[in-house]
């Protein structure tokens, strides 16, 4: 049968405080995560067969070999690799794909991102990017555009299509990232351990209309790791191994600002990630069966359209279940226990793998403060690129 | 401190009657005719059917405005001084979308739907802009 469903098992995983780590290099980050990672397994680096390392703006370019060494790892199959802000998730799948295929036992996905070096808030600016995927159609894609407006555009059309007035479209955005705030206060590894109020997000300077500061996650810098199996192996390693459900990534044909098919209410590659996720974890009803879910709230509008193209509410439902706390931590589906990309911070290449540790870190019973009521299967969102053109990664792991 | 220059558009050698008649002040787009299908933007052959027989027609300029955002704050880059600007998706009338600017209006006057008409902005002695403003 098609797909990796219970064929790969993750024992041991790492993550790293993200945050401002003016006293760590991208090598420290990685090596930290790593490490944490082997501890967690009971292994060392001499039981690794193959690697695989993402990173997306770091130490460019950033080729396997430095990294290998950082770590030792010498005379071992490195490979790095990247898929925008989908990169360390899709890490995960390369080296699920390596131990599901039977090319090796033990693998090793890393993420690691050092962002906070470059002397200003934010990304690089849009002409590095420009310069980085330099296409012809670019050129027709708006130099002055910015990273939060290409996802402003969406709330936008949200509010237009579902008639919401601006007032009441930025408050139902503002409760999702509040959630975020207050879940990620239980995080002692998170970057931005405050807590936030609907007020003070509407009141924040604008960004991108309707998003203001707070609808918008900040960067960092920060690590994770993980370690996957055979998963006929994984419980000589540890009683409470993790399985992997599902591996999909959705790569979109980059035209959405072009193509005047393409709705501005949702995200398309998230969809078909999602229902290909699902049917390769055989979930029939996500809703139902999903017991919580990290997602990529790299604005707020984006966790709110992911609710309804990940079919946890209905096209249009993302306010009458945010009203609801759906997705509160003790809600019917809890969404970004750990305080999401909004609270716990944001190194792009990383960024998947702490997704996924958090997931881990839950269905072990390990969560402490946040632990969700007996989770079985939990999903991780990732996006890489902006709506209109984007990579969407969904893992999906449980019991 | 010198100014940072603003970027400048790629020009691929199909793209290029787009950019002249830019600089005429002319909006005009490929249309095909083997399936009558408008196109934008510029291609080599028909995205929808292949064929190569594309022809160049000149726009009505007129349509609508179907999402936007107001940048109101940039990394440092050559559109920090334009601040507070409108990025929109324009709907023309002929079927086609452009990603634009809405100009020659206060920017929190926007809204979806907004009928609006094309504009042209001189960038440089090289290229002209078409953006698009309220009618
Ligand atoms: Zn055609």
């Known amino acids: ?64 070999q430095p990294l290998a060494t950082t770590l030792k790892l010498d005379y071992k199959p ?5 898929n925008m802000c989908a990169t360390a998730s899709d890490a995960l799948r390369n080296a699920v794909y390596g131990v599901a295929s039977g090319a090796c036992d033990i693998a090793l996905a890393v993420g690691g991102e050092k962002l906070k070096d470059s002397g200003y ?8 990017a420009m310069g980085l995927v330099s296409t012809a159609p670019n050129t027709f894609r708006s130099r002055n555009f910015t990273a939060p407006s290409h996802f402003a555009m969406m709330a936008t059309r949200y509010f237009e299509r579902y008639g919401l007035s601006p007032e009441e479209g930025r408050e139902m955005l503002a409760k999702i990232m509040v959630k975020n705030h207050r879940n990620g206060m239980l995080s002692p590894k998170a970057h931005f351990r405050m807590p936030i109020s609907v007020e003070l997000v509407l009141k924040a300077p604008m960004i991108a209309w309707p998003l203001g500061l707070f609808d918008c996650c900040g960067v960092s810098d920060g690590a994770a790791a ?37 709705d501005w209410t949702m995200v398309k590659e998230t969809w078909v990630a999602g229902q290909k996720a699902y049917e390769e974890a055989g ?21 709110g359209v992911i609710y309804e193209d990940l079919v946890f509410s209905p096209r249009g439902g993302m306010r009458e279940d945010i009203e609801a706390g759906t997705f509160e931590l003790g809600g019917e589906l809890p969404v970004n226990m750990d305080g999401g990309l909004k609270c716990f911070g944001h190194p792009i290449g990383a960024t998947g793998l702490r997704m996924t540790y958090e997931l881990y870190k839950q269905l072990q019973e390990k969560a402490g403060d946040r632990q969700v009521k007996n989770p079985e299967i939990g999903l991780s969102h990732n996006l890489g690129g902006t709506p209109g053109g984007c990579t969407i990664s969904v893992n999906i792991i449980g019991h | 401190m010198t100014a ?26 490929q249309h095909c005719n083997a399936c ?90 090289e290229f002209t802009l078409p953006k698009f403003r309220p009618i």
Request: hydrophobic share 40%; net charge negative.
């Open chain 1, 78 to 82: 490195v490979t790095r690799l990247e």
């Open chain 1, 226 to 262: 993980a370690i996957v199996v055979r998963a006929d192996m994984a419980k000589s390693f540890r009683p409470d191994p993790v399985r992997i459900k599902a591996c999909q990534i959705a790569v979109g044909p980059s035209e959405g600002y072009l193509n005047p098919n393409h």
């Open chain 2, 4 to 29: 940072i220059e603003k970027p400048v558009p790629v020009v691929n050698p199909w793209a290029k009657p787009f950019w002249d008649a830019a600089n005429r002040e002319k909006l005009v787009f």
């Open chain 1, 1 to 64: 049968m098609k797909g990796i469903k219970d064929k790969v098992a993750i024992i041991g995983m790492g993550c790293t405080k993200f945050g401002e780590n003016w006293d760590m290099s991208f090598d420290d980050l990685i090596i930290d995560a790593v490490y944490e990672a082997y501890e967690d397994a009971g292994i060392g680096p001499d039981d690794i067969d193959a690697v695989w390392m993402g990173s997306y703006w770091s130490n460019l370019p950033a080729p396997s």
């Open chain 1, 121 to 128: 808030s934010g990304l690089p600016t849009d002409d590095l």
């Open chain 2, 36 to 125: 009558s299908k408008n196109i934008f933007y510029p291609r080599i052959a028909c995205p929808d059917c292949f064929s190569d027989d594309l022809e160049w027609i000149e726009a009505s300029g007129k349509g609508r405005v179907y999402t936007y955002t107001v940048v109101e704050s940039n990394a440092p880059s050559a559109f920090v001084d334009d601040m507070p600007y409108v990025v929109a998706i324009v709907k023309l009338a002929e079927g086609i979308q452009l990603l634009s600017n809405i100009v020659g209006c206060d920017p929190h006057s926007v809204v979806c739907e907004m009928p609006v008409e094309v504009v042209f902005e001189r960038l440089n002695n």
């Open chain 1, 283 to 303: 979930i029939k009803d996500p809703r139902a069966e999903i017991s919580m879910a990290e997602v990529h709230d790299c604005f707020s509008i984006t966790e």
